[in-house]
């Protein structure tokens, strides 16, 4: 398989220098190197490709997440994702984000009492005057007010068909308040079906997505941000603060970014 993927991204994009990404999955995924300014357009033109390479494109960042990300792939922990991998989980993304509200509520109660109520409402506010919708990705640049590009990123080529299967192969999440790979998986498939949304990049906490069919109406958009909420509270806790900030940054836009603390 590395020959003929190597075939193709060398006739197609002038490629060379893949290489392989120890695992123990049954499919080896591979990586190349670029320049983090080049990392997005590289992204695009390996994901034209992906349904023929069979290979689904993900920026990875430098070699410090990359170390993070596909350290579990050599480890016995990730065996077990094999079998998840081509099978379709008997759980349903509503009723996986019922029982994610559930305990997002009984955290409440068992967080502030009799103020639980009240603590809720803080996670709403006003539709802001001014939206601050994210506009660049931020895996590939380094961190810091000036967020220059960084000098080298890894991409990672991961051998599924869809992208929301790439948390199962890389056996990301269930640390903390970072949904398990089902629950990556299921809310992912989702917003692919509902918004075309798909996976651009991955590092050790971060995930970034690239929504074809944003929300268009206010509606529309003030429930997906509590469902990206439910998925993800860290950018709202720590990030806008409302579930209409959140809504307001979504309206419209193309690139989606969920952090865990």
Sequence with gaps: MQEKLATLLRDRLGISGLAAIPNRHDREGYSLVCKGADAVELWK??????????YWPVILGNDKEVGRMLGVLDSEDSTSMNKFLYQVPTETADGWLRERREANLQGFKDGYGDGWREAQAELHGEWPATPDPLTSFTIPLEHGRQRLPMPKVTIGLFPVKDGWQVPAYLNFGGWNECPDPVGHFLM????????????????????????????????????????????????????????ESLAAGLLGNHIWFFWWD
């Design 45 to 54: 033109k390996l994901r034209a490709l992906a349904d023929e390479s069979g």
């Design 188 to 243: 992912m498939r989702k917003w692919h079906e509902k918004y075309g949304a798909e996976l651009v990049g991955m590092n050790g906490d971060v995930i970034e997505m690239f929504v074809p069919r944003p929300p268009d109406s206010r509606e529309e958009a003030l429930v997906l941000a509590e469902e990206q909420y439910l998925y993800c509270e860290d950018i709202v806790v720590q990030g806008t603060q409302t579930i």
